[in-house]
């Protein structure tokens, strides 16, 4: 039984940073960034949160959907930036939105989120689990970026998009997905080091001499004296190999796109829309070359909005939607991409 997109929405922070802006912070300029990325603009999050975007954007996306909060069923959020390790974003919109019939839960595929979130609720309805589910993508990237580092920093936005997903006779005809943990590391970010008063440091003779044991431990046991005074260790920042990440996306991304639309058995001709992950302008008119698409078929708005990982494709498909530009039995296509390294593309008729 296909799922069907039944309503969007969106919400981004107030506050919109230009590359100029940035220019008189950091050592770079307005034409590096754009003619590199296309990114010209990004909403920065002052007072918004991973959670309060994700609530806005639900809120929105339900309306939309003309249904009430206890008809849904499942609610799953995209995030790498929740506010919380627990309780997750999808239960704190759970509460928000007094959903109190829906399973919740979060899921870290970085800028596949919202793809895995729509398989994941898909399996969902195939299995008789679900028949409505809420499917959001949300992150707060400014907090995970080093504003030091010009060549992250200056890529990244904040915001949130969700859509509504119903059970139907018509929606999602094939959904392909993958994964590369091998090459992870072209994109990370670390959290939290091991950190208690039992973590060894490092294995030298300075620390065996100086370490002792506390009073009555166990010889295997030992206890850092010092710990107390020791600042509480931050978290990481965002890490990224530009060029490996670049390789990734246009190599990876068209082999998505041809194979769930020749397993669904549809032609790209057929497609009207491909929303891409907004990640930058390059791989997007890269993926078009390859797919012999015109350009006028791929949406963009990364160049006012920056990527914002799990995000992108919700905002882009919203943004698009309430302009009026999708119809009843359009094909479209979904593609994420992005840490971990994961993808992942949908087509389906809207």
């Known amino acids: 039984m296909p799922a069907k997109i039944i309503g969007t929405g969106s919400a981004l922070p107030g506050l919109v940073v230009t590359n100029k802006e940035l220019e008189q912070i950091m050592d770079t300029t307005d034409e590096w960034i754009s003619s590199r990325t296309g990114i010209r603009k990004r909403h920065i999050a002052v007072e918004e949160t991973t959670t309060s975007m994700a609530i806005k954007a639900s809120e929105t996306a339900v309306k939309k959907a003309g249904i009430r909060p206890e008809e849904i069923d499942l609610i799953i959020v995209g995030t790498v930036s929740g506010d919380k390790y627990f309780p997750s974003t999808a239960c704190q919109i759970q509460e928000a939105l007094s959903a109190q019939n829906a399973v919740a ?22 299995a008789g689990r679900a028949d409505t589910a809420l499917i959001v993508g949300a992150e707060t990237l400014s907090k995970m970026v080093d504003w030091k580092d010009r060549s992250t920093c200056v890529l990244f936005g904040d915001g949130a998009g969700a859509a509504v997903v119903r059970k139907e006779d018509s929606g999602i005809l094939h959904i392909v997905q993958g994964a590369d943990g091998a090459r992870g590391s072209a994109l990370s970010c670390d959290s939290r080091p091991v950190n208690s008063p039992f973590a060894r440091k490092p294995f030298t003779k300075e620390f065996f001499a100086a370490d002792s044991l506390s009073e009555g431990s166990c010889a295997d046991k030992p206890f850092r004296k010092d710990f ?15 060029q490996e990440v670049f390789r990734f996306a246009v190599r990876t991304v068209p082999k998505a796109v041809q194979q769930v639309l020749a397993e669904a058995g549809i032609l790209p001709d057929e497609v009207k829309y491909f929303f891409l992950h907004q990640a930058n302008i390059r791989i997007i008119e890269a ?12 949406p963009t708005n990364l160049q006012r909005c920056g990527n914002i990982s799990a995000a992108s494709v919700p905002i882009l498909l919203d943004h698009v939607n309430r302009e009026g530009n999708l119809q009843k039995g359009d094909k479209i296509v979904l593609a994420g991409f992005g840490a971990g390294l994961t993808w992942g593309a949908a087509v389906l008729t809207w």
């Open 228 to 242: 107390y005074a020791d600042p509480l260790p931050a978290p990481d920042y965002l890490k990224m190999d530009g």
């Open 105 to 126: 839960f979060d899921v870290n595929a970085a800028c596949a989120g919202f793809l895995f979130g729509m398989t994941i609720a898909d399996a969902y309805f195939q």
């Open 287 to 298: 993926v078009a070359k390859k797919l012999a698409q015109p350009m006028e078929k791929f």
